[in-house]
């Protein structure tokens, strides 16, 4: 098979979060196009090697976010980062509705690396994981040796601005006193 002219769909990042994802900025490609391929081409030591994809993720900064089968873990990705990556041969794109992502569908893993900002107390720190249930998740915002426990729920968070990597958030009375030992 002739992996030559194979439809270039852009190339991958870093990995993204804890559980083996990948960013993909999409280049002359749209997410919709990418919905269903169960494969993708990444250009590895001048070969067009498939990996076969578990899932895909919108991310509207960088384009897309992917999980490949058999990778489990970011030091598992890193071998990926900046590679190539291509349609599978005879995929063309197709005209797709693109649907509206719900606000509340944004993955924890997005905010790794943001900025916090409160309302009140101003700079908090960065986001430095996740911790908590499923039902109830906490954002880990560290601003030197000093970790802010956040939960994140809509109600506190007021703002993201993805392409910034801000976060703004409103705090309950007494939270970020509690943690400063004011």
Known sequence: MNYGNLRPLGSLGKPWGHRGEVALRLEGASFGELQDLGVLFVELDGSRVPFFVAHFREHPRIGAVVKFEDIDDPQGAAFLVNAPVFA??????????????DEESLDPDELLGMHVLDEEHGALGEVVGTDGTEDNPVMVVRNGDQEILIPMVQEMIIGIDLNTGHLVVRTPPGLVALYRGH
């Open 88 to 101: 599978p041969p005879g995929h063309e794109p197709q005209a797709v509705e693109e649907e509206e992502e």
